[in-house]
């Protein structure tokens, strides 16, 4: 295996363990996970900071791009710090299941063969989606709106679950 592909995987793993999200959300509910995940994103932010001043550990993780930048993960806190107190428990859960095993699995596959991201991003969602407490068919349709954004020129980490929260609400409106 070679050495990118190896960084992709451990970048990943850490993006898949975003799932722990939906247990929180629905055991702890949204008021304490919203603080949870404000205070996370509010820590990442302080440790972001302190990473541009001083080279970490960390860096083995970042890409190119986000050394220079704002990482992926910054914009996945603020996401899911918006996300999270003023969207509905369903929409929150979708947008977890899309950024992180969506995008996650996307983004393992897109390195190996780039023609079959958009499978990898939809397969763990049909997966996922009937074992959650979640519209399917609303889920199902948000996770399809949210995969088009995946590897765009917007930062899909907040993309990703911004469309889908966004699409699910709008669907349980309209419906």
């Given at each position: 295996?070679?050495?990118?592909?190896?960084?992709?995987?451990?970048?990943?793993?850490?993006?898949?363990?975003?799932?722990l999200?939906?247990?929180?959300?629905?055991y702890?509910?949204?008021?304490?996970?919203?603080?949870?995940?404000?205070?996370?994103?509010?820590?990442?932010?302080?440790?972001?900071?302190?990473?541009?001043?001083?080279?970490?550990?960390?860096?083995?993780?970042?890409?190119?791009?986000?050394?220079?930048?704002?990482?992926?993960?910054?914009?996945?806190?603020?996401?899911?710090?918006?996300?999270?107190?003023?969207?509905?428990?369903?929409?929150?859960?979708?947008?977890?299941?899309?950024?992180?095993?969506?995008?996650?699995?996307a983004?393992?596959?897109?390195?190996?063969?780039?023609?079959?991201?958009?499978?990898?991003?939809?397969?763990?969602?049909?997966?996922?989606?009937?074992l959650?407490?979640?519209?399917?068919?609303?889920?199902?349709?948000?996770?399809?709106?949210?995969?088009?954004?995946?590897?765009?020129?917007?930062?899909?980490?907040?993309?990703?679950?911004?469309?889908?929260?966004?699409?699910?609400?709008?669907?349980?409106?309209?419906?």
């Amino acid at each position: 295996m070679d050495e990118k592909l190896r960084n992709e995987l451990l970048r990943k793993s850490i993006h898949i363990s975003g799932l722990l999200y939906i247990p929180s959300i629905i055991y702890l509910g949204k008021d304490i996970t919203a603080l949870l995940v404000a205070a996370i994103t509010v820590a990442a932010i302080i440790f972001e900071i302190a990473r541009k001043r001083k080279r970490t550990v960390v860096e083995v993780l970042l890409r190119d791009y986000e050394r220079k930048r704002v990482p992926g993960y910054i914009y996945t806190g603020v996401a899911f710090s918006t996300i999270t107190p003023f969207f509905s428990t369903g929409a929150c859960i979708i947008s977890a299941v899309t950024a992180f095993a969506g995008d996650g699995t996307a983004g393992i596959v897109k390195r190996v063969k780039p023609e079959l991201a958009l499978p990898a991003f939809i397969l763990p969602c049909l997966v996922l989606i009937p074992l959650l407490p979640v519209n399917p068919v609303y889920a199902i349709i948000s996770a399809i709106i949210s995969s088009f954004l995946d590897g765009r020129k917007w930062e899909d980490n907040l993309t990703i679950p911004l469309s889908a929260a966004l699409s699910y609400e709008l669907l349980r409106f309209l419906c």
